[in-house]
């Protein structure tokens, strides 16, 4: 089912050569390694939802089917793991976290900090300008396929300009924050932000 | 539990007084350490957990309830250990012989 409008790009530039493109300390990998922090979930897209939630209120709440809805964008990005991997040129769709600020009425974000939140109980933790414009979607789609669980899927977080354990695999919440907090594996010695570029891999980098 | 026997305040000690107790506790056969798990209250050792996490760390988790029991990492500046999923951590003593 695709009837909404699907528009393309996370924006921001592409820097122009490979070379320019894998960050340091990382080696390119064609294939897309598997690294989970528990089990996969099964998927039942009849009772999966994403929410917004503000400290203890909730801001909005999609079905399955209403998240489908809402206006998809397709991006094509780098991806990159600490774990060293880095992959070109990665395709999904999703619904960008600006569409869901939009979609749920917020004219902008009530906190500066956001925590995600996974079947399985893993968290991450973003600060809201990391997810804005247009940095960030939740994606359901990846190679022009549904989202396979061992990779996230029914939906997942992608925020590919910081390191992918950030990109949280089965999302089905964002709180906002006043503060930020560590989440599953920045309070076990990863960095706060895990930017690649700068090789933010463990706390204190 | 700042009070002794006689009910007068203790103050608490500096963490190092506890070295000698905590080089006991951590010099072991980790795996035949008996985990006891916060969410489900199962016990058994930890070789009979289920290890995820990758090359980011170690992360076992319970066999019952998937309650993560107790999370690993090595980065540059040391080891980091969690056991919030985990109520107790028996280490026994060799049989006697
Ligand atoms: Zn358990």
């Known amino acids: 089912m695709q009837d909404s409008p699907i528009s393309r790009g996370f924006r921001g530039r592409r820097p122009p050569a490979r ?171 990863y960095h706060i932000y895990g930017d690649p570029w700068r090789e933010q891999r463990y706390a204190g980098d | 539990m700042d009070h002794d026997d006689s009910g007068a305040f203790q103050g608490p000690l500096d963490g190092n007084s506890a070295a000698g107790l905590l080089q006991e506790v951590f010099v072991f056969e980790a795996t035949s350490a008996i985990l006891t798990c916060a969410g489900c209250g199962a016990a058994g050792p930890i070789g009979a957990t289920r290890l995820y996490g990758g090359a980011m760390g170690a992360v076992l988790r319970c066999a019952h309830c998937d309650t993560a029991l107790l999370r690993v990492t090595r980065t540059e500046i040391g080891i980091w250990l969690d056991m919030q999923g985990a109520r107790s951590l028996l280490m026994r003593d060799a049989p006697a012989a």
């Open chain 1, 19 to 189: 070379n320019d493109r894998v960050p340091p300390g990382q080696h390119l990998t064609e294939d897309f390694p598997v690294l989970s922090a528990g089990p996969t979930p099964a998927a039942k897209l009849g009772s999966w939802s994403f929410a917004l939630q503000d400290g203890g209120s909730l801001l909005a709440k999609w079905s399955w089917q209403e998240f489908e809805a809402l206006p998809q964008t397709e991006v094509t990005v780098d991806i990159h793991c600490v774990t060293t991997w880095s992959k070109l040129d990665t395709h999904w769709r999703g619904v960008t976290i600006d569409t869901l600020f939009e979609a749920a009425g917020l004219d902008e974000p009530p906190e500066a900090f956001a925590m995600i939140h996974c079947d399985g109980g893993y968290t991450t933790n973003v600060p809201v300008e990391d997810l804005i414009d247009g940095k960030a979607m939740i994606a359901t789609h990846y190679e022009g396929k549904p989202l396979a669980p061992e990779h996230g899927g029914p939906a997942r977080l992608l925020v590919p300009h910081l390191y992918f354990w950030k990109s949280a695999k089965w999302a089905r919440r964002l709180r906002f924050l006043e503060a930020d907090e560590p989440g599953f594996w920045e309070s076990l010695g």
